[in-house]
């Protein structure tokens, strides 16, 4: 039976590939473009491997759901599946849950009907659609709109049984001067801040669990451990291999390997949930699906595990483009400030978001952020948004001091001393500061429209300036396999694959191009709404 499981040579995936790729051109989704066509290099892990003999088996454990990964997509799938009813193990290739961050969206929570807040689901949704460049799946984005409320809140009652409370913020930083909203429309704490008046719209969706601090691993690890006391079994140090599928069939299990390089089969009665997280930290992969960004992602257990097994044994990868998660930022976050290229020239409206200077400055090879004595006047002006800091205190001023203190910020009393620092033409960057003042001077950015309120001058010394190089690497790298709008992953003819559920990074066509930035933290909350849905409908299965 063991040479069973695997029902694709070589010549048959690459053949499903392109078949499905076939299809898809003939629907009229795939256009003809040199810029879309995957890399023609073929890579070892496209080959799907020998199946693992049954001899080399040491261990067989049965379970109705098995979750393979413990994100937050894979641990609240756990819970779902558990809460159902059915008997759940949850395998995960570290000591620990995962979790990154700490920004979570959701829409309608607990925390919006308190406050009196009211969303339109359907402008998100589709402010999202056009964000994926109207090529992700939009019944996928109306899962999460329409269930993470609930989720959410099922995730706010296990953590307050724990003393934890949850928080709705703008993220406008991830350390404990994150801004709460405390009140509505107008947040006292936020100055007024009205979310539509911004330049860049992000939607007051975003939630902390635990502390406004940015902490993920916590509360994740906090709701797994209640999982596993309410009677999930969970394995650590432990790391999915091989998906079971016989030939035609469903998936009927996973086989792991442990630190210790035994084998062990996990047999799943009802369904197998892919959970693993990206692809972005495995340099084939980048270079597949992601050519533009060729450096690893930053998330080193994000090695496409669960998409490969996906595609071993049928699944399909999602169309390009793929999604890198490429958030950046300056000295000052996000803020609004002159900002010049390498040559001492202006090149953009300032006024951005994280994946905007991203992509700014990897397209310019890096860049300067430009203030003067007056930036604490300045700031205040900035709004608020994720990373954009508008409040200036303490915390911000000492942080002001340590960045010249360590040299991340060059000062200097002239425009020419501070060329020469910065290693610009001078006489670029004086022109470049003297037409921007006379920008600020007038109130209108004639050269790229910054709104008026945020157009601060560069005219009282001393001068500071700090270097950002383009960005090291995406975050994560979105990209996955396909599935219907039970998140069940599709073979190459479109048809189901029975028992294997996708959830989090796993799951294709939730992102296109550009990670949109208007619902902070909006990966995680897809992927734990995701998740608990995968986990309730895998416990649904009858076999």
Known sequence: MADQRFRFTRRSFVMGAAASAAAVTGSGLLGASAQEEESETKYAWETPPEPIAEADIAQTIDADVVVVGAGVAGVLAAVAANEAGAKVVILERTDKASGRGGDNSAIDSFKHRELGIELDKHDIVRQLWHWGQGRINMELLYLWANNSSMVLDRIAEMLAEEGMDTYLVVPDRTDDNAAVIDSWPRPESLHGWDYRTETIVEYPTCH????????????????????????????????AEQLIREEGGRVTGVVASTEDGEYIQFNAAKAVILATGDYGADPEMVAKYTPEKLLPGMVQTGTGDGQKMGMWIGAQMEQLPHCPMSHAFHSFGTNALLQVNKEGKRFYNEDADTESIANQYYEQGGGWVIVDSSWQEDFPKMGFGFFRQGVVNELVIEEFEAKIEAGRLLTADTVEELAALMEVPAENLQATIDRYNELCYVGEDRDFGKRADRLTPVDEPPYYASFMGPPAGALVVLGGLLTNNKLQALDADGSVIGGLYCAGNTVGRRFKGGYPVICPGLSHGVAWTHGYLAGQWAAEEEV
């Open 208 to 239: 902390r669990f635990g502390s406004v601090h940015t902490d993920q691993s916590l509360w994740i690890n906090t709701i797994l451990t209640k999982a596993i006391d309410a009677g999930v079994e969970a394995h650590f140090l432990t790391r």
